[in-house]
C-alpha cells in the first residue's frame, strides 16, 4: 500500500505543525503550504490524494483555491477537507457550494480531524484507506468497530477501541501516557495521565479475556506498547 499524500494548506503556523506532527504519525506523508498560491502551485507539480484547506488563506483565499482545484480536469475529484472557524465563516462557507467533500470547525481534536480524514479517504479512495488492521491474532475493524481475537469477539468501550487502534498502528512502539492522552483524547482535553492507566487496563482485560499472552507491555516509567509475536 502506497502511502497516502496529503497536503496542508494553512498559514496559522502551530496548527500547520501540530496536523503535520499528527498526520505523520497516523502513516500519511504530509507537506504543508502557508498560502493559497504555494497550495495551486503544489498541487500542479504533484497531485496529492487529499488536500486540508483552510478558508482564510493568504494570497489565494481557501474557497478559490477550491474552485480552481475543481476546475480542472486532473484535480476535480481530488478530496478537500475545509478547516473553518466556527461562527458565520462556517456557516457562510457551508452555504456555499464550494466543492469541498467535508468541513471541519475550528477549534477540532485531532482524533475528530484524523476520523473524518480517514473517512474522506474511505469515500473517496477506498484502497488508501484500510478498514481492517490485523496485527498478530489481533483484528481491528474500523468501520464495524469490532475487534477479534484468536477469532473470539472482543468487547471495547469508544476509548479502549482508540487506544487500540493507536497501538495497533505502531506495534511494538513505546507511547508514554502523554503521548496516549493527546493520540485517543485529543490534545485540547485536559485529562489527568492516570485515566491512561485505567483505560489500559480495560482494554488489557478485554483482549486476555481468553487467557491468551498479555499483548500490552508496560515499560516501568515510559508507557506501553503492543507487542505482539508472529
Ligand atoms: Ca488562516
Known sequence: ???P???????EDALATLLQYNLTKDGYEVVVAQDGEEALMLIDERAPDMVLLDWMLPKV???EVCRRIRSKTESRNLPII???ARGEESDRVRGLDTGADDYVTKPFSMTELT???RAVLRRIRPALAEDSVKRGDLVIDRVAHRVKRAGRDVHLGPTEF???DHLMQH?????SREQLLDAVWGSDVYIEARTVDVHVG?????????EEADPIRTVRSAGYSLDLEG
Open 82 to 84: 475545509m478547516l473553518t
Open 202 to 210: 480495560r482494554l488489557r482485560k478485554a483482549l486476555n479475556a481468553g
Open 162 to 164: 482508540r487506544l487500540l
Open 1 to 3: 500500500m502506497t502511502t
Open 115 to 117: 476520523a473524518r480524514v
Open 61 to 63: 483565499s481557501g474557497i
Open 5 to 11: 499524500y496529503i497536503l496542508v494548506a494553512e498559514d
Open 171 to 175: 506495534p511494538g512502539r513505546v507511547f
